[in-house]
């Protein structure tokens, strides 16, 4: 049987008849073996992630762990896998896939040492930077299963510098894309192919590293399947493959019924594209729905349809953060493998942002496809609150933002990446406890920030300071975790680039339950400063943005023309020498009414420069003495006491409030973001325009005018 | 099979549990009972007459009339009615975007109110803020879960 056919014969029996493996009979009749191999199938898959990071050259996957492994069938799906970059798991196997449908058994063919490259995310991936190499395992004449890996490279050649390309208008903005390429034969890379890379893109030490890397650890994994076949034999082996797949599918099902109750949840996430002209709000809902035979479902119906900019994603890159969202947060101890996606059913419409109609759209920053992804995760956390298991519920993680840069580096030579150190942004507050600083983001759970002196080897600008975002997290009875905040000085070269990738100027992270959203994001950039004096004449310099981000520190500190960028999305623009600019990497959601958090757990905040005074009083309304940081109870209480006042004079009836507010939509009366997000959303969804015109009481026959049309009559 | 002491259960929905602890809960198998044992726990805690089907988010709960209706009640006591209705139609609500906006969040950590803003909602009995909402103006009340309790009765639960 071809592996077409086998591939077809897979999918027919997983729709028709629901499951992946018929009987776990090796499970049962030899459980011991069973769970043996697997073991050291996971140990071979994270022995290949643990050297290749040592292959690379690249602080991406050396410093950072922004790399995965895993082991597949011969039809693609995941068997186990490494631990890293946890969404791209699935990526891979939707390049397998594509492969095999099209034609590639026969033309280019596997032979044994073929390795393939891809990085289009429209067969798997997320976006060009998401780069992966997978290679067959043939045994004794039959191809029995691949091993893959994917790295994230700092760098791809697109329009600016850095891979994630804040403007991209199309695909053809993003860089080079070589869909599934056969990068080496005979385990040997093919020069020319990285000849087209050296001259391709503006730091190739890191994509071509990074390729052997990925080339190293699949064929530790190859050669280690190999001996592990010698010991359990071939047909032990497939067959063992398939019931691993089996076995997470039960209990992937038997752990929903377990944990999550029958009903629907519904969060909705945002981005926005920043477009000059073309600024439009992006709406990514999700419908969860939980069904009493264990059936968990995922209804993206209503998210915006895809546009011209880059915070759209592929559909892959959908169904790898629903994987990655539900082994993180549902599945975490079973086996990682594609029987989590086989227990979860999926809606993403044709045509939205999250399934794009055709490869034109570009996908650098994912966005909306992410956020409606966290979402999902939020979704989870109501269910599980229902449940009662409060340990595992959690606000939103963070939106990640960072800088990229292009041009001549320190030493003279071409160079372009971005800086990634949001791989420790401020993780979500959860029902029972604070949310970390600095710890994580949900796309990679292992991800490290990597040392402020490997940043600085790699790009030209140097720390002035690396410090916790004060107050970052959003506010609540548990508060979200507070990411990071650097400043950059621009050094050694005066060919250089700065621009930033962030988001349109909203919440960032949204908070559950009464907490507060995070801060939105921002960046600041100041050009043609007196820094190198102040530094000269011995004078103070700034450490960051201080205390209060209305007047932070650097711009109280420093002469410069200072511009803020809300929102975080700058094109690259000229820097030289002296230039200063600022990061983030983005904070967590907050849990719970911010007057209900322990005075103690403020106090606390304030010891380790975490919150600030003013906060303390506006937000949590506990009163605290500045020189000794007693609480006082007594005028805590009244403090609080004081806000359910202002709540119950400010707060409107809902009724009230719709009545008011059904004005403004009879009116029409937006702004140009949201006006267009509505016009697009009510155009696209007939459902969303149902619940749209139930919600507001309007007529069958009421239409929203197009924001722009309008514009062009009027002008 | 595991099980908690009620002890634990009860601090763990009163905020009284170390991280050690968390940690404890979080690595172990779940507990089959853990639903039925909340129930109970919170039943206990705030003595209504009326039985508690399903504890909905903080402070939320959905509780059996005894007259076949199945309201959202605060644990304050004020109702917010049938729970098939977002009991978000039925609290207070407040707006909170630019200037309003910068009584919690300084300088540039507020949004732009063009593309988001921040939609309060209090419980009209207690004044407790029972959520807050990253919407755009005009954006519908999201009805955040529906149980599907005929399920309920006919599974596991």
Not at chain 1, 368 to 382: F, K, N, P
Not at chain 1, 522 to 531: D, P
Not at chain 2, 74 to 85: H, I, K, P, S, V
Request: charged share 25%; hydrophobic share 35%.
């Amino acid at each position: 049987m071809s592996l077409q056919e086998r591939l077809r014969e897979r999918d027919r029996r997983v729709a028709d008849l629901g499951w992946y493996e018929e009987r776990l009979e090796l499970k049962e009749r030899d459980p011991i073996g069973f769970e043996l191999l697997y073991s050291k199938m996971v140990q071979l898959v994270t022995s290949a992630h643990e050297v290749a990071r040592r292959v690379s050259a690249s602080p991406m996957s050396r410093e950072l762990g922004e790399i995965i492994f895993g082991l597949y069938t011969p039809e693609g799906d995941a068997v186990a896998l490494s631990r890293g970059l946890l969404i791209h798991v699935h990526t891979m196997s939707r390049m397998i896939k594509w492969m095999i449908e099209h034609g590639y058994e026969d033309d280019p063919g596997f032979a044994e040492g073929d390795h393939y490259f891809n990085n289009d995310p429209y067969i798997g991936g997320a976006h060009c930077p998401d780069q992966m190499i997978v290679t067959p395992i043939w045994w004794e004449g039959e191809l029995v299963g691949w091993a893959g890996g994917l790295t994230h490279t700092p760098e791809t050649g697109g329009s600016e510098p850095g891979g994630f390309i804040p403007f991209a208008r199309s695909r053809f903005d993003e860089g080079l894309f070589l869909p599934c390429v056969k990068v080496a034969e005979h385990d040997m890379i093919k020069r020319d192919l990285e000849v087209l890379v050296e001259r391709g893109i503006r730091s190739p030490i890191f994509w071509l590293t990074d390729n052997r890397a990925k080339i190293t650890g699949s064929q530790m994994i190859r050669e280690e399947v190999k001996g592990l076949i010698r010991q359990f034999g071939v047909d032990y082996f497939a067959k063992a493959c398939r019931e691993y797949i089996e076995d997470t599918r039960l209990a992937a099902e038997q752990r929903i019924r377990k944990v999550l109750p029958p009903g629907t949840y519904r969060e909705v996430g945002w981005r926005g594209s920043v477009m000059p002209g073309d600024e439009t709000l992006l709406h990514g809902p999700v419908a969860m729905t939980v069904t009493r035979e264990g059936r968990l479902s995922f209804d993206y119906e209503g998210m915006s349809p895809a546009g011209r900019h880059p915070f759209q994603g592929t559909l892959p890159t959908i169904e790898g953060l629903v994987m990655n969202v539900a082994i993180q947060h549902l599945f975490y101890d079973l086996k990682h493998n594609e029987g989590v996606l086989l227990a979860v059913d999926l809606n993403v419409p044709e045509g939205s942002a999250g399934n794009p109609p055709s490869i034109f759209y570009p996908t650098a920053l994912w966005g909306i496809a992410y956020g409606a992804g966290l979402a999902s995760g939020q979704a989870i956390s109501r269910a599980y609150y229902a449940k009662g298991y409060r340990e595992e519920v959690h606000a939103t993680s963070a939106l990640s933002s960072a800088y990229t840069a292009g041009g001549l580096d320190q030493y003279g030579r071409p160079f372009g990446a971005h800086n990634f150190e949001f791989a420790a942004a401020g993780l979500f507050a959860t029902a029972v406890m604070d949310g970390l600083d600095t710890a994580g983001v949900e796309f990679n759970p292992e991800g490290e920030m990597g040392d402020a002196e490997i940043w600085e080897q790699m790009l030209p600008p140097l720390y002035l300071s690396r410090e916790i975002h004060i107050d970052g997290g959003g506010y609540g009875k548990y508060r979200g975790g507070n990411g990071v905040m650097s400043l950059y000085l621009v050094s050694g070269t005066n060919d250089i680039e700065i621009g930033g990738f962030g988001a349109a100027p909203i919440y960032s992270a949204p908070g559950l339950m009464g907490g507060y959203p995070a801060s939105a994001l921002y960046m600041w950039v100041g050009s043609r400063t007196n820094i190198h004096r102040l530094i000269d004449e011995g004078r103070p310099i700034p450490s960051g943005e201080g205390e209060d981000p209305a007047n932070p520190d650097f711009v109280r500190m420093v002469e410069a023309r200072w511009e803020l960028i809300p929102g975080a999305n700058r094109p690259a623009r000229p820097a030289r020498e002296g230039d200063l600019f600022t990061a983030m990497t983005g904070d967590g959601g907050g849990f719970g009414d911010p007057i209900e958090r322990d005075p103690d757990l403020v106090r606390r905040d304030l010891e380790n420069r975490v919150t600030t005074h003013w906060t303390t009083r506006h937000v949590y309304c506990v009163a605290i003495d500045p020189e000794t940081l007693e609480v006082d109870a007594e005028e805590t209480e009244r403090l609080r006491r004081a806000r359910r006042d202002e709540r119950w004079r400010d707060g409107v009836p809902a009724q009230q409030y719709k009545a008011r507010e059904r004005e403004r939509v009879l009116s029409g009366d937006f702004a140009k973001p949201t006006a267009r997000m509505f016009h697009a959303v009510l155009g696209s969804s007939e459902a969303f325009r149902r619940a749209f015109l139930e919600f507001w009481g309007l007529p069958e026959t009421w239409e929203m005018a197009d924001p722009d049309r309008e514009a062009e009559e009027v002008a | 099979m595991t099980e908690y002491a009620d002890e634990l259960i009860r601090d763990l929905l009163r905020d009284g549990l170390s991280s050690e602890e968390i940690e404890g809960l979080q690595r172990h198998e779940k507990d089959a009972d853990r639903f039925a044992q909340v129930l109970r726990l919170e039943q206990e805690r705030l003595r209504w007459r009326e039985r508690i089907l399903l504890c909905l988010q903080e402070h939320l709960y959905i509780v059996d009339k005894g007259d076949g209706s199945k309201v959202v009640r605060c644990d304050c006591g004020q109702e917010f009615g049938d729970y098939r209705r977002n009991w978000k139609e039925s609290a207070l609500v407040y707006e909170r975007a630019g200037a309003d906006a910068l009584a919690v969040y300084r300088g540039p950590r507020v949004a732009d109110p063009d593309w988001s803003i921040l939609r309060e909602f209090y419980c009209p009995g207690c004044a407790t803020q029972l959520d807050v909402e990253v919407v755009p103006r005009g954006y519908p009340f999201i009805f955040n879960v529906e149980p599907d309790f005929e399920a309920f009765e006919g599974g596991e639960q």
